[in-house]
């Protein structure tokens, strides 16, 4: 089993209000493995851009980072001196935002903000007269990679006179142009035309493979993730309820939140199908009782959701924050899952007969969980 | 931001709907001042102010005018040579420096009030004017409003006050016809926004009369920021009339006014500080209790402003 | 820029410019009493020769005509005579010009150093100690009388610690032949350098007091717009590439927190001209400041109707220049 490039560890930003804390962060767990895509699934709200804010250390006062661990390359970001982890933003580590209108600096221009980035980090460039001229011409080889035609003039414009499309891959160029070990994409298509969404996209998905750099794809669109990423994660109120491979999770979703959102979207094969939105709204991320986020919206809800609901493993290395026992239903589709599953043919075999222990029982037996496997080690320590 | 904001109104319910409107965000902005404990005891400091002007003669302990030469530049109560029925000690004819400073406010809140009514009243005018009639109307308000920029306020009213001569409505006059200005821009900016909303159209509609809509709808929507900028501006003017008096272009003596009242002690400096002091210290309590009093006014009233 | 565009807004300053001019012309029809006799003062003269006077001076033309007339006078700086100097009011004025700049000068220096300096310091170190003082004592300064604050000043600085001088351009020993009138280069042409150390002993009070309430005002602009700059995403995107801090702040957020700021500090040397009156009479300062308010005294007309010109129009021309460097700093604003 590789190990992840960033591990996420019970990550809690909060952020303090005149009204109160505001939990927009409380305790990720996430982590990206080494070339893969992961794509972060949630609505407005639910934390997904504050975690990866948090992981690059650009949350803004009010907001802090309370607690958690964030483990990149064997070191904690979390515990980096500001210097480090600077140094390694943008070299290691690049975002883009939502919207590359207001992401790139309107009163300078693109030459400058693509060519600032690969001086402040390339330790190829030749010292002294020529260093300047070698960082511009890595930022035309990058500008001319990621396909800005005239790139050599175009340098020079500022970013409002590009359209749309052109900004983002400007702004994606510049996230690019120390090509970073993971690149994360916060939104890319939300502020763009639907024609040019794809192939923004498209342009995402092909640097990956040309730089073997692994992305995190936050989208608040569940059919952007599900085409694109090896492995999505849901997020709903500052905690993930889901994760697993795409394909799994969308075929048989475990947490009703997941369950809810796949029902709210349309459907182009089956056109006809009903489209039931989710009851009810995001809570209000003050003051949260220590229960399940969704309890309020939750079809499923049970007397067992008023305690603190753990990310437990259901096999398939998918973990989801449900209780199966509120649902035998689901607990019999889990274990005929699992039965289903050669385990032989799966290498996570003893994690995997561990989750579903812990998927029965949480509080059986934590020392026997990290023992076995790390992942059922996070998965208890989360239920604590 | 209050219900009365969000909700359409019928056509027929228009101009009931529009002052609804009005008054209910008017009610919410009010709370929200009060709320602010600064910038409602900057207020009460300038309602002190005010009071003061108006019941000088009760509260001033001598005669601002009596001069006793053998009481010139008496130092103050604390000081020696001084004594306690003269706290803030005498001028070079020998008048109470605290008596005088009293009176002083008279000239400051007056000008400042009358100043920023007339503004107010002709730039509102002129502002609505500008934005609900455009056209020529807007163009000529326009340039005269550019020309009158090209002015610095100070050089305006002193060339003013060097052709009209002294005293107190020359002051005013002297001072309003720049000060007009920028109530004026707020309002027009102000008018071209409501003058497309529903309500405005819906009562054009029906076929109200161009001053009932500039008066009835469009003015009660104006009135907020005109409020806000016109408080604002009160401290620019007592400045203003504090400089024009300290030049000796503004009240003339031995009328008090804090600016000629420092300007007398100038000759003075050496031995006799307290006497362009005090005075001045007036002007710095009432301006700067007017500024917090409008930015606590303003973060209530405009919401777009607020932080 | 291209020359066409320069020329185009050049061309929108010549109605104000007009205007302007009217308002002046006007303001001096609203003078009390015969021109002429102003004029002439104590001085006797007969019917006649007033009546020549009267010609001469082209006022038994209609309005328009003397309009014209003044204008042409004013474009070529003649602006008659200074009865009080016994010179040409162009020739008093333009003696005065250069104390009054360099005056002006130090104090526009004093503002924008200090005013954008404390601005920026208190938005980045947002609610710190250095942003409540910075904060508390900008509010303080723009509620402060400037005249005030200049004999707050000498009392203190003049009177009470006797460090500084109380009022002039420089002391009699320090007095060099004048050049070009501006006594910071008069001094250092003579190669005095005691004489220009004197000479900036006597600016200081002046140009801090003068400064003072631009600063104040440009400081709270400048905190403002730098805390709008500091929370847009292009500074979140500019951290995330990992440059230097220095180069996030002064780059990328005060590039941009300038823009506002200059607008605002063209108009507020209004503030600056308009205090040169106050600020010349505090310190005695020998600049156009304290010529007009002299005039004014004198009943010298012709001599404040050209100075009231003047600074209008340098008013206007320092509001024209803000404009091309505001399109210079802005480049989504084409003029």
């Not at chain 1, 037996?365 to 239920?383: K, M, Q, T, Y």
């Not at chain 2, 006793?68 to 109560?77: A, N, T």
């Not at chain 2, 309590?285 to 009093?293: D, G, M, R, Y």
């Amino acid at each position: 089993m590789t190990a992840p490039l960033l591990a996420i560890r019970d990550l809690r930003t909060w952020f303090h209000t005149r009204q109160g804390v505001v939990k927009a962060v409380d305790g990720v767990d996430l982590d990206v493995m080494p070339g893969e895509c992961l794509g972060v699934v949630g609505e407005s709200g639910s934390g997904k851009s504050v975690t990866f804010l948090s992981v690059l250390g650009l949350v803004k006062p009010p907001g802090r980072v309370e607690a958690g661990r964030v483990i990149f390359g064997g070191r904690d970001l979390a515990k980096l001196p500001p210097d480090e982890l600077r140094a390694l933003r943008g070299r290691d580590i690049a975002i883009t935002l939502q919207d590359a209108l207001t992401a790139l600096n309107p009163a300078l221009r693109v030459e400058e903000q693509i060519v600032e980035t690969i001086l402040a980090h390339d330790r190829d460039l030749p010292p002294g007269r020529g260093r300047s001229a070698a960082a511009r011409a890595k930022a035309l080889e990058m500008l001319r990679l990621v396909g800005i035609p005239d790139a050599e003039r175009r340098m020079h414009d500022y970013p409002h006179q590009f359209s749309g499309g052109m900004r983002q891959r400007v702004m994606i160029t510049i996230a690019l142009a120390c090509r970073p070990k993971l690149l994360i994409a916060d939104e890319p298509t939300t502020a763009l035309d639907v024609t040019v969404q794809a192939q923004v996209l498209a342009l995402i998905a092909r640097m990956r493979r040309a730089l073997g750099m692994s992305v995190v794809l936050i989208s608040h669109n569940l059919g952007v993730v599900a085409r694109y990423c090896d492995r999505i994660a849901l997020m709903y109120a500052g905690q993930v309820v889901e994760t697993g491979p795409t394909r799994a999770v969308i075929a048989a979703p475990y947490h009703p939140y997941t369950q809810g959102l796949l029902r709210s979207m349309p459907l182009l094969s089956d056109p006809d199908r009903p489209i039931q939105p989710i009851d009810g709204q995001v809570p209000d991320l003050i003051d949260l009782e220590p229960e399940c986020r969704f309890l309020p919206r939750c079809p499923r809800a049970a007397e067992i959701c008023r305690q603190p609901v753990p990310l437990l493993p259901m096999g398939d290395a998918r973990l989801a924050a449900v209780d199966p026992a509120a649902d035998s239903n689901e607990g019999a589709r889990i274990s005929a899952r699992l039965a289903a599953v050669d385990p032989a043919a799966d290498p996570n075999e003893g994690a995997r007969i561990s989750a579903r222990l812990a998927a029965v029982d949480p509080a059986a037996d934590p020392n026997e969980g990290a023992r076995i496997s790390a992942r059922l080690a996070r998965c208890v320590r989360a239920a604590a | 931001m209050t219900a009365g904001a969000v909700e359409t109104p019928r056509p027929d319910a228009a101009p009931e709907a529009a002052r609804a409107r009005a008054q209910s965000i008017l009610a919410a902005n009010l709370r929200d001042f009060l709320a602010n404990r600064l910038a409602v005891g900057s207020a009460a400091v300038v309602l002190l102010f005010a009071a003061m002007a108006v019941f000088a003669p009760l509260i001033a302990p001598h005669d601002p005018y009596a001069s006793d030469l053998f009481r010139r530049l008496q130092p103050p109560g604390w000081m020696e040579g001084g004594e306690w029925a003269y706290p803030l000690g005498c001028d070079a004819l020998g008048r109470d420096i605290l008596s005088r400073a009293i009176y002083g406010a008279r000239v400051s809140m007056t000008i400042g009030v009358a100043v920023m009514l007339v503004a107010a009243v002709v730039g509102m005018l002129a502002g609505l004017a500008a934005g609900y009639r455009r056209g020529m109307t807007d163009v000529v308000i326009a340039r005269v409003v550019d020309v009158l920029l090209g002015f610095p306020y100070l050089i305006l009213a002193i060339g003013l006050m060097a052709v009209m001569g002294p005293g107190l409505g020359n002051i005013v006059l002297a001072l309003a016809i720049k000060e007009w200005v920028l109530p004026c821009r707020v309002v027009r900016a102000e008018t071209l926004a409501a003058r497309e909303m529903d309500y405005v159209e819906a009562a054009r509609a029906l076929g109200a009369s161009q001053r009932h809509i500039m008066l009835r709808e469009i003015l009660p929507n104006v009135l907020s920021p005109l409020v806000v900028v016109s408080t604002f501006r009160m401290a620019t003017i007592i400045i203003m009339e504090a400089s024009l008096s300290f030049l000796g272009l503004g009240v003339q003596p031995p009328v008090p006014s804090w600016g000629s009242m420092v300007a007398d002690g100038r000759q003075f400096l050496i031995g006799a500080w307290w006497v362009s002091t005090f005075p001045g210290v007036m002007i710095l309590l009432l301006v700067l209790a007017i500024n917090l009093a409008s930015q606590g006014l303003r973060d209530a009233f405009d919401p777009r402003l607020r932080r | 820029m291209t020359p066409v565009a320069l020329v185009e807004r050049l061309l929108q300053l010549v109605p104000v410019l007009l205007g302007i001019a009217a308002v002046v012309f006007f303001m001096m029809a609203l003078t009390p009493g015969d021109p002429v006799e102003l004029m002439l003062g104590d001085a006797l003269a007969t019917p006649e020769q007033k009546e020549s006077l009267r010609r001469d001076m082209g006022l038994d033309r209609p309005a328009p005509e003397r309009f014209a007339l003044f204008l042409k006078n004013a474009a070529t700086g003649e602006f008659g005579m200074s009865f009080h100097h016994r010179r040409p009011v162009g020739q008093v004025i333009l003696e005065r010009v250069p104390a009054t700049v360099e005056l002006t000068l130090a104090s526009m220096l004093i503002a924008l150093v200090l005013g954008i300096g404390l601005g920026v310091l208190a938005a980045v170190k947002r609610d710190s100690w250095i942003d409540r003082v910075a904060t508390v004592t900008s509010l303080v300064g723009v509620s402060m009388p400037g005249f005030w604050f200049g004999i707050l000043l000498i009392l203190l600085f003049a009177v009470a610690l006797g460090v500084l001088p109380v009022s002039g351009r420089i002391g009699y020993a320090g007095e060099v032949p004048f050049v070009t009138r501006f006594l910071l280069v008069d001094t250092l042409i003579a190669g005095r350098v005691d004489s220009f150390l004197d000479a900036l002993r006597h600016l200081l009070l002046p140009a801090v007091t003068l400064g003072l309430a631009m600063a104040a005002f440009l400081m709270r602009v400048t905190r403002a717009s730098m805390l709008e700059a500091l929370a847009q995403d292009y500074v979140t995107f500019a951290e995330a590439k990992g440059i230097s801090r220095a180069r996030v702040l002064f780059r990328h957020a005060l590039k941009n927190a300038l823009i506002p700021t200059v607008t605002v500090a063209a108009i507020e040397t209004g503030t600056l001209l308009g205090g040169n009156m106050i600020v010349e009479t505090v310190f005695g300062w020998p600049g156009l400041g304290r010529l007009v308010v002299e005039g004014i005294f004198t009943r010298n007309y012709p001599l404040v109707q050209a100075c009231v010109l003047l600074y209008a129009v340098t008013y206007v021309l320092l509001n024209f220049c803000a404009d091309l460097l505001y399109a210079a700093l802005n480049p989504r604003v084409r003029l």
